[in-house]
Structures are given as C-alpha cells and as structure tokens.
C-alpha cells in the first residue's frame, strides 16, 4: 500500500511558510538555528525510549551480538558514519557495529534515492550478515516509510529499534523512537534538524553501548586506538591519569602493552607484565573498572 505522503509530518510546510529564497543568509541561519533548538527539544522529550533502545543494544554488545545500523538517504549515511567511528574511538571489532545503507556503498557519496523503496533489499541486505538473536537491529527513517528499512528489521533476528520522525509509521519494531520535530523549514528536507536528532540519538545509543560494555572507563575511551599522534598522546595521557603515574612511564607501560590503555594501567597497578595484565582483564570480560576491583 502506497503511503499517504501529503500527511507525513516530514512532508508539511514549515507553519510560518519562510520564503527562503527571499531570505538573507543570517535570516536563514537564524530560523535554522531555532529549528535545532526543537529537535533539542524532541529528544528530551523520548529520553526513556532512547535508554530502552541504549539498553537492547548494550545487552547485544555484552552477548556478543552486534550494533547494526539500517537506514536510507541521509538516514543511512548517518548510520554508517556512527558505525564507522566505533573502532578508532572504543576499539570496537570489525563488524561489531556495522552501518547499512539503501542503495549499497555508492549511495554514501551519490543519490540514490529510490533504493529505499525496496523491501526485500533491506531483507537481503541483513540476511547477508548471517541475523543473530544477540543482534541489535536500529532503523533509522524519519518519514517512517521507507520500505528497506521495514524489511531490513522483518529480517532481523534480534531485538529491533525504529528511530522515526512519524509517530503514525507503520515499520514494526520493539522500541519505537519518535521524535515530534516538526515539519522541516525547507519541507521534506530532514537532513536539516532530522538529520541533526538522529546524528545524536545515534551519539547516545552507540556510547551508552559502549560504556556498558566495558570499552570506557570514567569520561575515558579507554579502548582507543591510538593511530596518530593525536590519539597517542591521549592514550599516554589517560594511562598517566589513571595509573597516577609521570608520563614517560606511561609511555614506556603502553609499547609494553601493545598500545592498550588497559592492559598499561594494570601494569602500573601491580601486574608483572602485558601477559598477566591481559590475562586479568580478559578474565574481567575487557572490562578495566572490574579488573581493578
């Protein structure tokens, strides 16, 4: 059944009818910026959603299971960017978070508009990971009608969150996140604050994740990799911090360690070498808070 595109909230026109072409530049900038100022707003208001989704997708991370990310458009671009940056900043494993989009690759950087009009692509496109039930499905479409993100979550095997601008969408799914955005101020177009929300509820689901699955220590991303220099010093930096200790020894303790701040810190804190520090965390589950108790 073709939805009814008119009434979507996403479809209206902005209550106040901005004529954007008439408009100066900070005239734009100014209603834009109010416009972020809802999509703040809407959030707030579903925070207990979003912790019931962060809570599903903690538990998968925890199982073993995966994070996975389905969506179209700008939708799934955001998807596969948030997936993208769970190595470098939490260590993540390859494929533990992983970002699917409508349209494949070639939609990241080029319109590939009408992919997301296709079920049984969504369907294919999870079934191709080989669907656990430790797996945690998010679909991501704020119309919440495109067709490959409802068969992307029909496949699913796991626990299934919608992340949705419409609170009338048909997609079915365990947790629903319904954002009250708004009609956008250039209609149609969520990429503007639709984009916005659903860059941080994606922010606060992956990290919620992430901390409750022992990659993070504190206020610290205590599993990064440090690639550069940037990210080395951080790295020195952390174990320094947590191990009480100058920062040439923290140095020296993360080469020892293999570059991994947790494994340093339990060397600082009394563990003879790299083999017995891991050994102690990997009996922790990785977790480094357990480990030092």
């Given at each position: ?149 409802a068969g992307a979550l ?59 699955s022992g990659a993070v ?77």
């Amino acid at each position: 059944m073709t939805p009814d595109y008119a009434s979507l909230p996403t479809e209206q026109p902005h209550p106040d009818r901005p004529e954007l072409d008439c408009m100066s530049p900070l005239a734009i900038a100014t209603l834009l910026s109010a416009e972020e100022r809802r999509a703040n707003d809407a959030i707030e208001a579903v925070l207990p959603a979003i912790a019931d989704a962060a809570g599903l997708a903690t538990q998968s991370l925890r199982e073993g299971g995966r994070l996975i990310y389905v969506g179209a458009g700008t939708s799934g671009r955001l998807g596969v960017l948030d997936a993208s940056e769970m190595g470098p900043t939490f260590g993540a494993d390859e494929g533990q978070v992983v970002g699917l989009i409508a349209g494949g690759a070639t939609a990241l950087t080029e319109a590939v508009e009408g992919a997301e009009d296709y079920a049984d692509a969504g369907r294919s496109n999870i079934l191709a990971l080989d669907p656990q039930p430790e797996d945690c499905v998010v679909g991501i479409s704020m119309s919440g009608t495109a067709r490959y993100v409802a068969g992307a979550l029909a496949a699913a095997r796991g626990s299934r969150v919608l992340l949705t601008a419409s609170a009338a969408s048909p997609i079915e799914a365990d947790v629903r996140i319904v954002l009250d955005l708004g009609p956008e101020a250039l209609a149609g177009s969520t990429r503007l604050k639709g984009g916005s929300a659903t860059k941080t509820v994606l922010n606060m689901l992956s990290t919620a994740a992430m901390a409750g699955s022992g990659a993070v220590y504190g206020p610290w991303m205590v599993r990064v990799r440090p690639t550069n220099r940037k990210l080395r010093d951080r790295a020195e930096r952390m174990v320094a911090t947590l191990a009480s200790i100058d920062r040439e020894r923290a140095a020296e303790l993360l080469v020892r360690a293999g570059d991994d701040v947790r494994v340093a810190v339990l060397m600082a804190r009394g563990e003879p070498d790299a083999e017995h520090a891991r050994a102690r965390l990997d009996a922790h589950g990785g977790n480094l808070r357990e480990a030092l108790a």
